[in-house]
């Protein structure tokens, strides 16, 4: 299953652990925004959302 921007950080992350080190990196964490969806934490942190979910699949 492919990730995509309306996922849930938390969810996303407990289908794939091993993205967690990724949304680390760019400082999207499960403990403050979990409940957030990927695209909305990529605003956050002025990201890219295609860039980041490229980063991400790419994993899975």
Same mark, same amino acid.
């Given at each position: 299953?492919?990730?995509?921007?309306? %996922? $849930?950080? @938390?969810?996303?992350?407990?289908?794939?652990? #091993?993205? &967690?080190?990724?949304? %680390? $990196?760019? @400082?999207?964490?499960?403990?403050?925004?979990? #409940?957030? &969806?990927?695209?909305?934490?990529?605003?956050?942190?002025?990201?890219?959302?295609?860039?980041?979910?490229?980063?991400?699949?790419?994993?899975?």
């Amino acid at each position: 299953m492919k990730i995509t921007g309306d %996922m $849930k950080v @938390g969810e996303a992350i407990r289908m794939y652990p #091993d993205i &967690t080190n990724v949304l %680390m $990196k760019y @400082g999207i964490c499960n403990c403050c925004g979990g #409940d957030n &969806t990927l695209k909305k934490a990529a605003e956050a942190q002025k990201l890219n959302i295609d860039k980041l979910l490229n980063e991400i699949n790419a994993l899975i």
